[in-house]
T-cell receptor
Framework: DQQVKQNSPSLSVQEGRISILNCDYT??????FLWYKKYPAEGPTFLIS?????DKNEDGRFTVFLNKSAKHLSLHIVPSQPGDSAVYFC?????????????????FGQGTILTVHP | KAGVTQTPRYLIKTRGQQVTLSCSPI?????VSWYQQTPGQGLQFLFE???????NKGNFPGRFSGRQFSNSRSEMNVSTLELGDSALYLC???????????FGQGTRLTVV
């Protein structure tokens, strides 16, 4: 039961162009979504997040879009740079308290390998 | 501001042994979570601690346990190691409940 899915194992983009990474989720109780960047044998680095009460959040070159009705989120990187080459994970967390059981738990997708060519 | 620190970075253990991994969260962060990353299963949630109490636990056998100290530092222990426990173990800390979690570099455990 994979509640967070990244259906594209890899993405290749030219430097300067836009990178779009996609993520789908099935659990409608998720209320907070995050994107992480990861290099092999290192911990994930937090990039950007979005609450379910919003549909867009921007931070520099990174923008995350959330479509709750489609249970879909995407990460846009503009412009893409060779240093952006890494594995990107989306993650989701659910409600806590009042019956919620998601304390401290992030549910991750399987990751997308982004390669940005010079 | 120092990040999340995990020690050791690398470990090699023999089947049947036990191992203890350590995590020091970012100063002021009281929530500490542990994850296991393997090629086949991806990043899987192990458990979460807050103020020395385990509040949430993932779907792992009882051989996996943890604790948190009064200074928020956390340890996880794996007993009776199996070959399948070979993985990257990651610790994350967060300031506010269920928002951004910041990860350490991880401990690479190899069981032979």
């Amino acid at each position: 039961d994979q509640q967070v899915k990244q259906n594209s194992p890899s993405l290749s983009v030219q430097e300067g162009r836009i990178s779009i990474l996609n993520c789908d989720y099935t659990n409608s109780m998720f209320d907070y979504f995050l994107w992480y960047k990861k290099y092999p044998a290192e911990g994930p680095t937090f990039l950007i997040s979005i609450s379910s009460i919003k549909d867009k959040n921007e931070d520099g070159r990174f923008t995350v879009f959330l479509n709750k009705s489609a249970k879909h989120l995407s990460l846009h990187i503009v412009p893409s740079q060779p240093g952006d080459s890494a594995v990107y994970f989306c993650a989701a967390s659910g409600p806590v308290g009042a019956g919620g059981t998601s304390y401290g738990k992030l549910t991750f997708g399987q990751g997308t390998i982004l390669t940005v060519h010079p | 501001k120092a990040g999340v620190t995990q020690t050791p970075r690398y470990l090699i253990k023999t089947r049947g042994q036990q191992v203890t991994l350590s995590c020091s969260p970012i100063s002021g962060h009281r929530s500490v979570s542990w994850y296991q990353q393997t090629p086949g299963q991806g990043l899987q949630f192990l458990f979460e601690y807050f103020s020395e109490t385990q509040r949430n636990k993932g779907n792992f056998p009882g051989r996996f346990s943890g604790r948190q100290f009064s200074n928020s530092r956390s340890e996880m222990n794996v007993s009776t190691l199996e070959l399948g426990d070979s993985a990257l173990y990651l610790c994350a800390s967060s300031l506010v409940l269920n928002t951004e979690a910041f990860f350490g570099q991880g401990t690479r455990l190899t069981v032979v």
